[in-house]
């Protein structure tokens, strides 16, 4: 069978399940059979009626001695009623809504079930169980087989003509599938086991890969992902299937990396006396991981191939700093920056940063946005922004978005920096190398640095960001205080309300952040446009800020200053607030919680999050950077909508640890990796994602990775893989 045929093709799917099917990514029959188990249920035995218990998950196999079904009409719902007996008792089974099940399993029928045992007051049953015939349930005549001779004669043997391996749903270990609306798990074992037998998949994992770890050959291990003998067999196939994507990917990103390397960029000179000096005059001395972080860098940027290194720091850690030595090192050898930021009130923030630490240089810095355009001190019209930009008399170019339009052109970029790389997505990255490298100078790729704030788990940043060199900034600057945090439960909020009263009193301000109120699914079957989706999302952001400012303004703090900022306003209103806010007009900022988060308001003391319990640790860990930037204590404040002690022992782990990176783990420990950005974008399949916190798993593909590239660069002796990473190229390229 042609393993790309299209899923309508196949008999049992009809223009019903069709987009069901879609939805979950299913369209052809290699996608069906790529659509593996979450988990199994444990049928491999059958239980004696007399022996089943109430709350156990098992299998019986029996006759069915008695079926009814009572309508009960009011409600239009009916009820199936099964009694089955095997030789040791009889059970009750029970189904809703399915009346069509008496005519299956009429009196005489042998069935098999499996299901949960329930017991109330109608006694114990089966509550809808999965249900499969036996045919041929034939007693055997007591006199052909030796075996059955000492059987006492009235007791008939069963034996199954039909092995009970052959039963799908009941029986053996039984895959249970990613569902959707009207996609059960039965469905998709009754669509995917007749295909295994009639699909063949050529194996392009090297076989002394396969041989050195004891992996199956691939055929195998989809036939047993699907149905295994018992739990070895699945896990051996689950590792050998996610082996595949994880060590693919790794070739990806080391060939990319390869490629990369063979590009050119111009070298920036590494001036030790110059650099000292712009450290020197700063206002703080800098720590031993920003020096290093920085030494990295300015290496990298002597080199005639791209740099391509993510600087990855805590909150507060003083990135940008670290990032600016090497823009000025830049400048310094005659070459432009550009400094790009994900929103106007942070690429303002930078601007007025970098200007102030560059006053005594000969530098000229820009700022671009999508509503203004600044050079040094001065407001300037964007279109002679744009010409000095291009004329060269612009050092470092910082901005938003809008500088990445094609009507920007430079003189001699060497450099692009971008801040909170994960809210611009992997592959906006890559176009950004393209597009502002090319023709400008000769064909020269600039270097690129890009930051982030959310800590990651390392073996993650391995895969996902597998073409990067990673520098590490852990330690804090150190006039620093711990930031004093709490999990507040909703019978503590008053006191917390108080205690914000009590700041502001003070003098300090504090930020209110909202999580979105969740926007409906979309319906099956309607597929919204990414930009779209976007949309909707920023309108829930909006709105769950708008009642938050409502209840804080009008109901608790009335006679406080109390300003909101959401991603739906203005970039004008925006700013206006925001500086507005650093300026101490507002008591309290009430935000989203995507928006606007970098900023630097040393006054403000207090932290609070709303259900706070709706995002990770990593997360609410930035949040909780953006106080404790002044010589004040500073407090964060976890409102907890829930009084559950399991929800809120996760929130605690913040109070006790104020480390990005351990609280990464535990993130990825507890909700797994997909929370992390650039995880969902990096287009590694299902099964690669859920082994992403297998460590054993993903050293071993980035170790076999790198082995077989020094011995093959080109993947000439393995044609079926190098085919194989091409297509998957592809498919991460454009999706
Ligand atoms: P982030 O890494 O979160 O981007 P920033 O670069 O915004 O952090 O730095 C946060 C603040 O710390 C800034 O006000 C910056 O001037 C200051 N800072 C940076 N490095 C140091 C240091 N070594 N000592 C003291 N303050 C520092
Ligand atoms: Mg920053």
């Not at 830049?330 to 200007?355: M, N």
């Not at 439960?489 to 300090?508: C, M, N």
């Not at 993903?698 to 990775?705: D, N, P, T, V």
């Amino acid at each position: 069978m042609n393993i790309f045929l299209p899923i309508e093709k196949l008999k049992n799917v009809g223009p019903k399940n069709l987009p069901r099917l879609n939805k979950l990514g299913i369209k052809t029959v290699k996608d069906l059979l790529w659509h593996f188990p979450v988990r199994y249920e444990d049928y491999t035995k059958t239980a004696p009626i007399a022996e089943i218990e109430a709350g156990q998950k098992i299998n019986i196999r029996g006759e069915v001695v008695k079926i009814t079904v009572r309508r009960i009409f009011p409600r239009r719902m009916s009820v199936t009623t099964a009694i089955v007996q095997d030789q040791s008792g009889a059970v009750k089974a029970v189904w809703f809504n399915q009346p069509y099940i008496a005519d299956q399993l009429t009196e005489g029928t042998f069935v098999s079930l499996a299901g949960k045992i329930h017991i109330d007051k109608h006694g114990t049953y089966l509550s809808n169980p999965t249900y499969e015939k036996i045919f041929s349930f034939n007693p055997v005549p007591t006199d052909t087989t030796a075996d059955d001779s000492d059987l006492p004669d009235e007791t008939p043997v069963i034996r199954y003509e039909e092995e009970p391996a052959n039963l799908i749903h009941t029986g053996g270990f039984v895959p249970v599938y990613p569902e959707t609306e009207g996609i059960t798990s039965k469905y998709l074992r009754f669509l995917i086991k007749p295909l295994l037998p009639n699909c063949r998949f050529t194996d392009h994992l090297p076989e002394a890969i396969s041989k050195k770890y004891g992996f199956r050959e691939l055929n195998a291990a989809v036939n047993s992902i699907h149905f295994p003998k018992n739990e070895n067999e699945a896990q051996n196939a689950k590792e050998r299937l996610a082996f595949d994507d994880l060590f693919l990917f790794q070739l990806k990103a080391l060939t990319e990396r390869r490629k990369l390397n063979q590009l050119k960029s111009v070298p920036v000179a590494f001036d030790q006396k110059a650099a000292q000096d712009f450290v020197a005059g700063l206002p703080f001395e800098l720590t031993h991981d920003q020096k290093v972080a920085a030494w990295e860098i300015l290496k990298d940027l002597q080199k005639s191939y791209p740099m391509n290194r993510l600087l990855e720091g805590d909150v507060g850690s003083g990135k940008t700093v670290v990032a600016l030595l090497a823009a000025v090192q830049t400048a310094q050898s005659g070459y432009q920056t550009v400094f790009l930021a994900p929103t106007e009130v942070l690429a303002r923030q930078h601007f007025k940063t970098i200007t102030d630490l560059t006053r005594n240089k000969d530098i000229n810095i820009g700022l671009l946005t999508g509503s203004s355009a600044c050079m040094n001190d001065q407001e300037i019209k964007k279109g002679l922004l744009k010409n000095k930009s291009a004329d060269g008399t612009l050092d470092i170019i910082i901005g938003t978005h809008a500088v990445i339009q094609k009507d920007v052109a430079f003189k001699n970029l060497a450099l692009v920096v971008i801040d909170e790389q994960h809210r611009f997505g992997i592959n906006q990255r890559a176009a950004l190398i393209k597009n502002q490298g090319g023709e400008k100078i000769n064909s020269l790729i600039p270097h690129l640095l890009s930051m982030t704030a959310t800590p990651i788990p390392r073996t993650l940043a391995l895969t996902i960001y597998g073409d990067l060199d990673i520098s590490i900034i852990k330690e804090k600057p150190k006039n620093r205080k711990k930031i004093i945090t709490s999990v507040t439960t909703p019978s503590k909020i008053k006191w917390a309300y108080d205690f914000i009263r009590e700041e502001v009193a003070k003098g300090r301000q504090v930020f209110v952040i909202c999580p979105r109120i969740e926007p409906d699914e979309p319906k099956i079957g309607v597929f919204l446009k990414t930009r779209q989706l976007k949309m909707n999302m920023a309108w829930a952001d909006a709105k769950a800020v708008e009642e938050e400012y409502k209840k804080l303004s009008k109901e608790i703090f009335p006679d406080l200053k109390v300003a909101m900022l959401h991603g739906k306003m203005k970039p004008k209103d925006k700013n206006r607030i925001m500086e507005d806010f650093k300026n101490g007009v507002f008591n309290i900022l009430v935000s989203t919680s995507v928006i606007e988060v970098g900023v630097d308001v040393p006054n403000a003391t207090v932290m609070a999050i709303e259900s706070a319990e709706r995002f990770g640790l990593a997360q609410l860990h930035q949040f909780r950077g953006r106080v404790g930037r002044d010589e004040y204590q500073s407090y964060c404040l976890l409102f907890s909508s829930t009084a559950d002690k399991k929800i809120n022992k996760r929130l605690e782990a913040l109070v006790e640890c104020d480390d990005g990176f351990v609280l990464a783990e535990k993130d990825m420990a507890i909700r797994g990796p997909g929370e992390f950005f650039g995880v969902k974008q990096s287009g590694l399949p299902d099964l690669g994602m859920a082994s992403l916190a297998n460590v054993d798993l993903i050293k071993k593909a980035r170790f076999e990775a790198r082995l077989l590239l020094k011995e093959d660069p080109g993947l000439k002796k393995y044609p079926l893989l190098s085919k194989k990473l091409e297509s998957f190229q592809r498919l991460t390229h454009f999706e």
